[in-house]
């Protein structure tokens, strides 16, 4: 009886959780299997935005993305649809200035809106974040900003639930994304105006792009080597 009560109670609002996530994914298969055309509702919904004006579109580049949308749609698609009346550099500028709003909205979204909750889930899975000094912040922000595969909007939230500290955050996001936004806004503009000039010049900001954050990734991985806030989400029983 002894042992049965010293066995800790199961938390039941995180059952509850996984449970919605888990009913969710079963939902998300069963439309994937009945052939639900993903890419189609994707496309259906960008249509929706670019149709209400360039106000409601770059609203929404700055905020969607933020909750998980992609951004490659928006800046793939921002100089075919905009560029003929506004002007390819008031687009770029438009989706600069779109992005800076997006990775600012991440920033308080993980640093302090949804952080308690963030946090909570993660010490409730058993694991610690990782706090990022002051002496390495700049190596980790770039490093997670230059490693390929996680989501633009996940490393987003990373760093703010490790507390970089916003100056170095927004230098560090915004470098590798207006580079990247810019190479892809003329890349879509020139590709559909069959521009073979423009195309050669954005595949080689992209290029540059590409070849710089390697170098990067490398400096920073070489500095912080060991404090990469995705490897230190540590479960606290692996070290005994």
């Not at 996530?21 to 496309?43: I, M, N, Q």
């Not at 929404?60 to 793939?76: E, I, R």
């Not at 987003?156 to 916003?166: A, D, F, N």
């Not at 207006?178 to 806004?185: A, I, Q, R």
């Amino acid at each position: 009886m002894q042992l049965s009560e010293g066995r800790p109670k199961p938390d039941k609002r995180l059952l509850v959780k996984l449970a919605i996530v888990a009913v969710l994914a079963v939902v998300a298969a069963g439309l994937l299997l009945s052939g639900f055309d993903w890419r189609g509702a994707v496309e259906r919904c960008l249509t929706a935005v670019r149709d209400a004006g360039p106000v409601a579109f770059f609203g929404a580049l700055a905020v969607l993305p933020a909750f998980g949308f992609p951004v490659s749609p928006f800046t793939l698609s921002a100089g075919p649809v905009f560029g003929p009346s506004l002007g390819l550099p008031v687009v770029v500028a438009a989706t600069c200035g779109a992005l800076f709003v997006n990775v600012l909205l991440s920033y308080v979204l993980a640093r302090w809106l949804l952080r308690p909750w963030l946090a909570k889930l993660v010490q409730r899975l058993g694991y610690r974040l990782p706090e990022v000094r002051r002496d390495n912040a700049w190596d980790i922000a770039l490093l997670v900003r230059v490693t390929p595969g996680p989501p633009f909007f996940i490393q987003s939230y990373l760093l703010g639930l490790t507390r970089v500290p916003l100056g170095i955050y927004l230098v560090c996001s915004l470098g590798v994304a207006w580079v990247y936004s810019t190479g892809l806004v003329i890349f879509g503009d020139a590709l559909l105006h069959g521009r073979g000039r423009m195309v050669l010049l954005a595949l080689s900001v992209i290029v540059v792009a590409v070849a710089g954050t390697h170098l990067l990734k490398k400096r920073a991985g070489r500095t912080a080597r060991g404090e990469h806030p995705t490897s230190n989400l540590e479960h606290p029983t692996s070290n005994g």
